[in-house]
Each structure stands twice: as structure tokens, then as C-alpha cells.
């Protein structure tokens, strides 16, 4: 797959199952997204979690009314068969992975399109940094924190954070620019001590893969989008609909549109 | 001395001699500047140290033209007398202090105006962030560093930075907050590892007090105004005249106005 394809074009062989599996790297320069797809009565309080912890759930674009499977503001996007694969989830619990969700669907459901790291790593190798997951060809470290999310409803549980690792005058750096991205996760939640937030061991991930860090590097955590994915499974809904890790809903919206200056 | 009074009504005081001494917290919201004079042969050099060296020597405003006293976009200044105290500087060697320069003033000097960090201090602290020097009441501790400025003809040394330690949430937003303010050394230049940039102990600071550091937090490093006085000690003009330290020259520009976004 050519990553200068258009994200229409993309999403559009996405559809038709032309292409399956990750969307990283592809249709650079366009915002990707995180997707949750909740029954109306649970919408409500998932809207007001994200709301209440924006940085590790910002909220891109959302239905306009349940039922509806199209997401104006990111493109000609039809979320039944956009991503090119899906996770289920019933009573909380994972059940299959599907790359089309249309016989699911319902005049119930409601979508929520987050905003993903892919668009701010972007930014951050643009200036010349180097990101350790991308140069490690692995998917980043991620990790169950001890900071508490903000609760809505029976949507609760702890933060997670990704981890990148670089020397200190990088570090300030990468916290300007994600700064001007905060649909995107925005500016680290913490940096140094790993212990400070409850994470024992760089080396032992939660999810992801361990990435190397030097003696002089500092590691920064982001607020991350695994963290709706957590708080679901607390919540319990009988039916959720996620993306599967990776495999992201490509939109119309370029990065660069994300920046508040 | 009220520290409402207006930047002009203050000047005026230590113009009359009314004022002596520091004025930190004095003409709150207003910028106040490091003044380095030079004679006309040695100002083209120092001006190309400043714009090579923008962090520790951010130019906010210097003379017309040699000779001239007054410096107009920062209010109706007379230099010779509008800084409390006065070094006197010949051949790099500090001579004495003086509260009126007028008998040494002569169409030869050139004046240049630095941006100091009593404004980005003033940020941070109208943000809810604690800045421990002002907090223990004590100047701000300084450090020689390992890093080299850029050299500008006899102008040369290396880096002295100021430290306020910050746990890491706080330190994140202080790097926020003083990005948007270059023309006051803006973003810190390091965090963490005092080592890396060859101080050897945050307790026995250069120049300044030293601060207490709690165990959970980090040191920030900001390039500091003390940095072109250790180039000036180096490159030993037959005559400089600087500010003394805390005694600033007050303009009439607000702190906001320096402010990039």
C-alpha cells in the first residue's frame, strides 16, 4: 500500500477489502483515529468521559444521532466498513475481530472518533526527532498508570500512558510541538520517574513493546488512547465496537488542521 | 517603594535618586531588562553574539545610534540615570559600582537591553505554579555550564543557566508557559541530570543562593542574563558598563506584550 495514497482512496480500499491490517504510516499527513461504538444509553456517559479526561480521550468527531454510520467532519467516512478491522466486546468482555461491522449495526448506535498518536509522532519526526518505537520498528510502550481518570457514570479506571524516550533539550521540544496538538493527546502527562505514576518496570510494558532507553535519556509519558478501551471494560456495555490496535479509521482531516497555533 | 507604581513613575524615582537598589516585584507586569553598554568599536561584535546566542541574550532593544542615551521603544528612558546601580567594567575587570553613569557618557557608547526572567517568572507564578527563589526569598541560583555559546569576534564562553526545580506535571507546564516567551531566554535549555550539562552540585551554585530540591522533583535550566557578563569578562573591552544585579532598568513594556501567541 502506497503511503501517499489519499485517504480517501484509503479508506475507500478499506471498504472493499483491498486492504486489511495496520494503517500506520499510510495516507501521511491525515489524521487517524481511535473508534468506540456504544448502544445510545450508553453514549451519554462515555461523551461526558471523554469530556472529563480529554487528554488520553480527545474527541475528533462524533455521530449525529444514533444510528447514523457517517462522520461528516472526517470524510465521506461510512464507520461500518471503514476500519479495517474491528474488536467486539459484550458485557465487557473481547469476543472476535471482524473486518466489517454492517450486519451489526443498528439505529442504536452511537460512534466516537479519538484522536491517536500516530498524527502528533508525525509532527515530532518532522522537526528532526527521533521517535524510538518508529526507529525500533515496533508499536510503543504502553502502560497501566496510577493516576485515576475522571468517572462518568460506570465509565472509570486508571490512566494509560505511552513512553518515548529522549534527551532532555529533545524533550523540551517534543513537549512544544505536542503542545500544539491537543486533539491528539497534546503535551505529556509526565516525565522522568517512572515510579511516580506507578509504573515499576520500563522494560515490562503493558501492552506494545519495550523499546531501548538510553542512560542519559529521559522517558515522557503521554496520556493515551488504550485508556477508553480500559474504562469499556470496567463499564461493562453489552455491546462495544472498537478498532483493532493499529488498524484506524484514515480520515479526511490533515494533521496540521489539528493545531491550535 | 509601591509595587504598583507605574514603569515610568519608578524610573523617574531612581532617575532623582528617590530609588536605590533591587526592583524585583517592582512595576509588576512590566518588562524589566539587563543593560550592557559597550563602545561603538566592540558593539557590532556583541550584537552578533546576542543574535547567535538568542536564549541567553534575547535583544529586546538597543541604541539608534552611538551616543545615544535614550531608548524609545521602551518608554522615555535616559540610561545614564535611569538604572539603580551601575558595574563599571574596564578591561574586563569589575571596578566599582555607581548610580549615575552621566559623568562617564560620551557619542561612543552603544546601549543594548536584555530580556531577564522576572517576566517569565511572573507568568509562572500568575499560572499557580510555585518558583521556589521567590518562595524561599532568596536570587535564583546560577550555574557555569559545559555548554559553549556561539563566539562573536572576542565574545565567547560558555552557557550560565538558572535553575527552579518543579515536580513533573509542573515542569511541563512551565516548559508551555515560557515557550511563548523567546524574548525572555523563553523555554528551559535542560531538565534532570545536573551532570549532563557539567554541574557538579545544584547546592553550590555559581551565582545566586541555592534552593531546596525536593526528592520527587526535577531541575529546570533556563539560559541565563549573567551569561553575556561572563563574555564580557572574557573579551575585556576597554570599558562596560552593565546593570547591577536585581537592579534592572524598568520600561514600559508590559510582559504580555512579549508574549509570541
Tied chains: 1, 2.
Excluded at 23 to 30: I, K
Excluded at 60 to 70: E, F, H, I, K, Q
Excluded at 186 to 200: M, S, T, Y
Amino acid at each position: 500500500m502506497n503511503d501517499s495514497l489519499s485517504p480517501q482512496a484509503l479508506r475507500h480500499a478499506i471498504r472493499s477489502g483491498a486492504h486489511r491490517g495496520n494503517t500506520s504510516g499510510l495516507a501521511a499527513g491525515f489524521v487517524q483515529c481511535n473508534i468506540v461504538i456504544l448502544p445510545a444509553d450508553w453514549a451519554n456517559d462515555f461523551l461526558r468521559f471523554c469530556q472529563l479526561n480529554p487528554r488520553p480521550c480527545p474527541l475528533v468527531a462524533m455521530s449525529n444521532r444514533p444510528g447514523d454510520y457517517t462522520l461528516p467532519p472526517l470524510g465521506d467516512v461510512d464507520i461500518r466498513t471503514d476500519v479495517p478491522s474491528y474488536r467486539l466486546f459484550r458485557d465487557g468482555k473481547f469476543v472476535e475481530e471482524t473486518p466489517d461491522i454492517t450486519p451489526l449495526w443498528d439505529d442504536n448506535l452511537v460512534t466516537f472518533a479519538l484522536g491517536c498518536s500516530f498524527s502528533f509522532e508525525e509532527a515530532l519526526l518532522a522537526d528532526g526527532l527521533e521517535v524510538r518505537n518508529v526507529t525500533e520498528g515496533v508499536n510503543v510502550p504502553m502502560y497501566r498508570t496510577s493516576i485515576d481518570c475522571n468517572s462518568a457514570g460506570p465509565f472509570a479506571g486508571k490512566m494509560v500512558v505511552s513512553m518515548r524516550p529522549f534527551h532532555a533539550a529533545d524533550a523540551i521540544r517534543a513537549i512544544q510541538i505536542c503542545t500544539r496538538f491537543p486533539a491528539v493527546h497534546g503535551a505529556p502527562v509526565h516525565l522522568g520517574d517512572p515510579a511516580l505514576i506507578g509504573i515499576d518496570d520500563l522494560a515490562r510494558p503493558d501492552y506494545g513493546d519495550a523499546v531501548s532507553v538510553g542512560a542519559n535519556e529521559l522517558p515522557l509519558f503521554w496520556a493515551c488512547g488504550v485508556t477508553p478501551q480500559v474504562a469499556l471494560e470496567a463499564a461493562r456495555p453489552p455491546l462495544a465496537i472498537t478498532h483493532s490496535p493499529g488498524c484506524m479509521l484514515v480520515t479526511d482531516l490533515r494533521n496540521s488542521q489539528l493545531a491550535v497555533m
